[in-house]
């Protein structure tokens, strides 16, 4: 049905007031009225288009779809901490954006396979089990680590023998010398444990998380590739690969013999290309590693790594900030500890009126999630307690407290078989609820495109608005006939539905009750 006017092969829009219709485009176009379409009109160049009625109540019974499976892969590269070091806030952001990108291109009918793309592997673990192994310690909570790790760059400073040391740990590790693989196995763990208690907050799983390690035995094969094609060029004494269109060519390996961070994006690339022949992959990291992954993925093309139809993104999210502009951080300046933001949400769902644990958790973390992914991917964030825990106004509360409505209004009518008769004469809100709710289909489609979750949570907000005002202004369950009674349960059941699938596909619960 919607494809008598897809099928045109024009630009549509919907046009940006509604009393001009519900679609528009450029240009004229013999459209005839049908199931669909109600009528046209032709103003100043434009064709608007009017939906019929009858098909925008079929829509209340239809949407969310079920989709079938579309037969293509998605790979999303997303969250990615790193081993003795904190969760940090921009890890935060990867895990929410990439899961809410993860479930929509899902929920659209790819293949998705998520990855956790762990830092447990780099020079930095051969300072790290230098300080582990001179100091004696057998504390190798991140905390500590993190401290080691500062101590180490202080006195590496007086000590020339300290780099020459931790090379020759790293060395020793990348070799597979027991003591360093025992060492750096225990900080994985260490490190691993923190995260889950952070993902378990989070209600996050992530399909898969090789991490960088598992690379390490494939990174050797990418070398001697990229050296046998000659593209890898010597660069005073270190491995290099131009790429073409960047100033900075890709450190392959360095002077000290060292593999680096991009060798290990590269054999990741390779593998993903060989495991799963994705049509996408999406690397959920933030802006400042633009360099980077221009020089991966102009690498990797030039390697012949990933196949001609095979589109690589990066996402580039930006940063949080505090209230005063500057990155978010402590009053001593040190980078927060994100456990504690997250009970601080769960702590503050409490207060404004979730009594159970379960209802605050949900509330709590749905609304420091709806709080980032309500805004664009790439801009900065400053972050405001009053905003993300609002009651009223763009926040994951305002939706969640909505869909509750809903499901107050239903529970006290039996049954869901609602009748709706074509002739009905609509009220100016059921209808603003009408010509809104159709489009998710189409936004869930457009926030996968654009990797915009923002569009989707714009949409949520509308349409909770549009409810909210429909339901201030008219009597659902005492309705003045039993066909509006009607007709307004099936609003009811279906603002609550897409509100739900909304909300789940962002990542966040929706409660019953609130
Ligand atoms: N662990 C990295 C960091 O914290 C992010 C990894 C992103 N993914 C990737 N394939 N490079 O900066």
């Not at 680096?260 to 959920?284: G, H, V």
């Not at 909505?402 to 499901?407: E, S």
């Not at 936004?443 to 429909?470: D, G, H, K, S, W």
Request: hydrophobic share 40%.
């Amino acid at each position: 049905m919607q494809k008598s006017i897809k099928e045109l092969g024009v630009k549509l829009e919907h046009p940006a007031r509604e009393e001009w219709g519900d679609w528009a485009f450029y240009g004229e176009g013999n459209i005839q009225p049908d199931d669909m379409i109600e009528r046209t009109e032709k103003v100043g160049g434009f064709t608007n288009i009017w939906l019929k009625n009858e098909w925008l109540i079929s829509q209340l019974s239809i949407v969310p779809k079920k989709r079938e499976k579309n037969g293509k892969t998605m790979v999303i590269d997303y969250s990615a901490p790193n081993i003795a070091k904190p969760f940090g806030i921009g890890h935060l952001r990867s895990t929410i954006i990439g899961q809410a990108l993860y479930n929509v291109y899902k929920y659209l009918g790819y293949e998705v396979i998520g990855d956790n793309h762990l830092g447990d592997w780099g020079t930095q673990f051969g300072k790290l089990l230098y300080m582990i192994e001179s100091t004696k310690t057998d504390d190798l909570s991140i905390e500590h680590l993190e401290k080691l790790y500062v101590e180490f760059h202080k006195r590496a400073e007086d000590d020339k023998n300290m780099e020459k040391a931790a090379r020759e740990w790293f060395w020793r590790l990348e070799k597979g010398d027991g003591r360093a693989r025992e060492l750096w196995q225990k900080c994985v763990e260490q490190s691993i444990a923190e995260f889950d208690r952070i993902y378990e907050l989070l209600g996050v799983k992530i399909d898969n998380a090789y991490g960088e390690s598992f690379y390490e035995v494939r990174m050797v094969v990418v070398i001697e590739e990229a050296k046998k094609k000659q593209i890898a060029k010597k660069s005073l004494g270190a491995l290099v690969i131009e790429v073409p269109g960047l100033k900075t060519p890709l450190m392959l390996v360095k002077s000290d013999g060292a593999t680096t961070y991009a060798t290990r994006d590269l054999a990741t690339l390779k593998f993903r290309q060989e495991m799963w022949n994705p049509d996408i992959i999406i690397y959920e990291v933030g802006t400042e590693q633009a360099m980077h992954f221009e020089q991966v993925f102009g690498a990797a093309r030039r390697l012949g790594y990933v196949s001609e139809h095979t589109k690589l993104v990066h996402t580039k999210h930006g940063l949080y900030l505090d209230t005063d502009g500057k990155k978010f951080a402590t009053r001593e300046g040190k980078s927060i500890k994100l456990e504690e933001v997250l009970q601080e949400a769960i702590k503050r769902a409490k207060k404004l009126g979730c009594e159970d644990d379960e209802t605050a958790k949900a509330v709590g973390i749905g609304a420091i999630k709806y709080f980032d992914l309500s805004h664009n991917v790439q801009s900065d964030i400053v972050f405001d307690w009053e905003k993300v825990m609002a009651l009223e106004g763009n926040s994951g509360p305002y939706l969640q407290y909505t869909f509750a409505r809903t499901q107050s209004v239903l529970a006290k009518v039996q049954g869901s078989m609602f009748n709706v008769q074509s002739t009905y004469k609509f009220n100016p809100e059921e209808m603003a609820i009408l010509r809104w709710i159709y489009r998710f289909e189409e936004v869930v489609e457009e926030a996968a495109e654009r990797f915009a979750p923002n569009l989707l949570c714009n949409f949520l907000f509308e349409l909770a608005q549009r409810y909210n005002t429909f339901y201030n202004k008219h009597s659902i369950l005492q309705a003045e006939s039993t066909s509006s009674r009607e007709l307004r349960l099936l609003i009811t059941e279906a603002v609550g539905k897409v509100l739900k699938t909304g909300l789940g596909l962002l990542g966040i619960e929706a409660p019953d009750r609130m």
